[in-house]
């Protein structure tokens, strides 16, 4: 399984195109083959985290490419974002505790 860790910050020009691409490229990236999650989250002083579980790296690179993805990232740099860093690593473990009444 591959994990992508994508921090970020917005910019001012964020707005509402920012908001209908990333609504859209959810809905892509949830329908792909081999995806597995997403999570995100905002810090207090606004830094994001996204977590996006992939099966495997030819499923990632099939998203990297897809021309949709491509042409967000563009506006990403020339709008979106103050920031971003992607880090992309394996999962090489990992260990599940759930009680039952905390099963989804």
Do not use: C
């Amino acid at each position: 399984m591959i994990l992508i860790a994508f921090r970020s910050r917005l910019s001012e020009a964020a707005g509402a195109d920012y908001a209908a691409a990333e609504q859209e490229l959810d809905a892509l990236a949830r329908q792909a083959p081999g995806f597995v999650d997403v999570r995100s989250y905002t810090a207090e002083d606004g830094e994001r985290l996204t977590l996006v579980w992939w099966r495997d790296t030819e499923s990632l690179k099939a998203w990297r490419q897809l021309p949709r993805h491509v042409e967000a990232q563009r506006a990403g740099r020339a709008r979106w974002y103050e920031y971003y860093r992607v880090e992309v690593a394996e999962v090489i473990r990992e260990s599940n505790f759930a009680r039952e009444s905390s099963r989804r």
